[in-house]
């Protein structure tokens, strides 16, 4: 086996001191910008990898970062973990990638196990508007941060940091947008209304609803709970009616791939009949023959966001006043709106 590069052979070859290879590796203060640079090619170029157990022994740290997820199984997660994992690599943590399958219990499971295991700190995706879970993290001063979800009541008032989209921007933006294609009765399938995601979605998407002198049937606001099977249900149930709607304004792609199949299912047509509108720009929908139109949260820079601030607080950076940053969504205009067949109405 071919012996390990070290921080002593970058020093030889650099002509400088094993200390400072170790404080431009780390991107700590007291080299150069000239000098880090030239220090991490010849890393590169030379297979350097740290020794992260010698690294823990001198920091009292373990280099590991939780992310947790409902499941890896929903399309929304692959992308924004991908960036999470690169982020952290990039700053030199490893990621351990955790389930819950969308159980509080469950979430109170692996948020245990991450801890004993010694992680630096978690980005968490599942929680919910008011999260025991995560109320315990606070309290034991936990590093942590939340991302396309945030917790609501003045117990976290200024004491959660959180990278989330505009969640209520979303939810006027779909109705918006089918309203001016020319639709009058549209049905909302929401999410888990106990996160703070689908309470916001369908808060703006009802007054938006109402705004527009929109039918607004208490039966089209169907909570879903993100689960496709129960979406497509719904939607049987929906297009069963005798006046039923128009068009459906999904507040994440999975479920509305489950609407999808009630639609194709009851020999109606896309967007012809039943125009259908999602959230999150999931790599799936943009498949010919699927061509979902959605609205992007921006996963891939929620992902880093996070990751960022998390590394932030794990490294001392961040001090004071938690940071809240509320990301623009992006309408992504494809074919199941209908948009090509009726354009906007004026």
């Known amino acids: 086996m071919q012996r390990k590069t070290t921080i002593k052979d970058i020093g030889r070859a650099a002509g400088v001191s094993p200390t400072a290879v170790s404080m431009a590796l ?31 022994l001198v920091s009292c740290k373990s280099y590991l970062i939780g992310f947790v997820i409902n499941s890896i199984a929903d399309p929304f997660y692959p992308e924004m973990a991908q960036k999470v994992e690169e982020t952290a690599n990039a700053a030199g943590y490893s990621l351990l990638l955790c389930n819950t399958q ?26 919910m508007a008011d999260d025991a879970n995560i109320r315990h993290l606070i309290e034991d001063g936990f590093c942590f941060v939340l991302v396309n979800r945030h917790c609501s009541g003045a117990f976290f008032e200024n004491r959660i940091d959180y ?30 209304l106990n996160t703070t995601t689908a309470m916001l979605r369908t808060r703006a998407a009802v007054a938006a609803l109402e705004k527009y002198g929109l039918d607004r049937d208490e039966r ?49 047509q896309i967007p012809r009949d039943v125009a259908l509108i999602g959230v999150d720009d999931v790599e799936m929908g943009a498949l010919r023959g699927v061509d979902l139109s959605t609205i992007s949260p921006r996963k891939s820079e929620m992902g880093f966001t ?9 490294q001392g950076r961040q001090i004071g006043k938690s940071r809240n940053v509320v990301l623009t969504p992006e309408l992504i205009v494809r074919t199941s709106c209908g948009y090509s067949l009726k354009g906007y109405r004026r």
């Open 306 to 314: 996070a990751t960022r601030i998390l590394i932030d607080k794990m």
């Open 26 to 56: 780390n991107d700590r203060r007291g080299v150069s910008p000239d000098t880090r640079r030239r220090i991490k090619a010849l890393a590169v170029e030379m297979g350097y990898r740290p020794n992260y157990a010698a690294r823990s």
């Open 102 to 127: 969308r159980s509080l219990g469950r979430e109170k499971a692996v948020l245990e196990v991450l801890h004993d295991r010694g992680v630096d700190g978690v980005i968490i995706a599942t929680a």
């Open 220 to 268: 089209w606001v169907v909570e879903c709970h993100y689960r496709r099977d129960a979406a497509r249900t719904a939607a049987v149930e929906l297009l069963a009616c005798n006046k039923r709607p128009t068009a459906f304004f999904c507040q994440d792609d999975f479920m509305a791939f489950g609407v999808r199949d009630a639609v194709l299912e009851s020999g109606l």
């Open 163 to 192: 990278v989330v989209a505009d969640n209520e921007a979303i939810g006027r933006m779909a109705i918006r947008h089918l309203y001016r294609l020319g639709h009058e009765r549209i049905a909302v399938i929401a999410g888990d």
